[in-house]
């Protein structure tokens, strides 16, 4: 099975990295991340200044991440002396050097980072939404570099295809799609307390929940502008999540809170199961997925709940769910009863079934997921 891609020129085994923070942030855990079987690195973002990072900073639950981090908590002489001229010597796949954040930024770090990055990752969290802004910094990495450039999305900016857009015509190859959301806060109720976070008493949000939102990203971007190229990212936790993005319009991938929520051997089983999500759906290669496009069909008209009795064990949760009182389960009699005078034909007690025991309304194979 292939699972090769290429993102301008630059070569990847296979589409899976690791996304900036605290996971790619010195050499040690680099390397560690690289024997995981990664197709390339990026690091944690650098920039001119050392971040003063608060304490605590990430936390987790089953299904997203809370961080207060910022940049590197490391200078960037620490990184320009010692952590990139060893990966340099010592890493086998393409590094992604992430930096950050003004133009006044970049025109000090990028002629001093050139010479260690395959490309370059920019950050664009604390910059603002105005994209003159935006273009400006584009330009400024680009007069000092030849190597690809790729913009960091964040979930706030209001336009993200104008976005990427002004990141083009100022130079950058791509766009990474999409940063954690924020700000976000979590509370304490019994000390009522704000739990952790910056400055702000806020916090960023990230991992599986914001899967939805970036694949909307990664699909506008991608299908709207020309010459683009996108790396999706945003709540990847399993290799037919990865499948899913490049059937979006994502040329590789990036994730970093599964990893902190499930822990960091998932780049290793998502790479060794990218063969056969690849198989299930039908695929001989990861290009081939890259160059699939998407179907569509809308309609107006409702289809009604079909229910496989032999699958069917009259929990009733369709019955619970349902926001119409169309579906009516009787565990006694065995039966399920669907009113079609009622049913609307939403597909909530179709995606809602534990054992994927109703087809008929949403156009899909197998259990929502």
Known sequence: MDLSTVLSGVELSNPVMPASGPLVGDDEKILYIERLGVGAIVTKTISTVAAQVPRPCIGAGTNYAMNAELWSELPPE??????????????????????????????????????????????????????????????????????PIYMKLSPHIPDPVGFAKVAKENGANGIVAVNSLGPTMKIDPAKRQIVFGGKDKFVWVSGPYLKPLALARVYQVAREVDGIEVIGVGGIKTADDVVEFLLAGAKAIQLLSSALIMGKDIYKRIVEGLPAALNKYGFSSVREVIETDLSFNLKYEPDHPKIDLDKCTFCKVCEMVCPYWAIWVYPDEKKVVVDEDKCFGCGLCQTRCPVNAISGVMPMEGKWR
């Open 78 to 147: 620490k990184w320009i002396n010692e952590i990139l001229p060893r990966l340099k010597k010592e890493l086998k796949v393409p590094l992604f050097v992430s930096v950050g954040y003004t133009k006044e930024d970049m025109e000090e770090l990028v002629p001093k980072l050139d010479e260690f990055a395959d490309a370059f990752e920019v950050s664009t969290h604390y910059v603002g939404k105005n994209l003159n802004v935006i273009g400006e910094i584009v330009a400024t990495i680009r007069k000092h570099t030849k190597k």
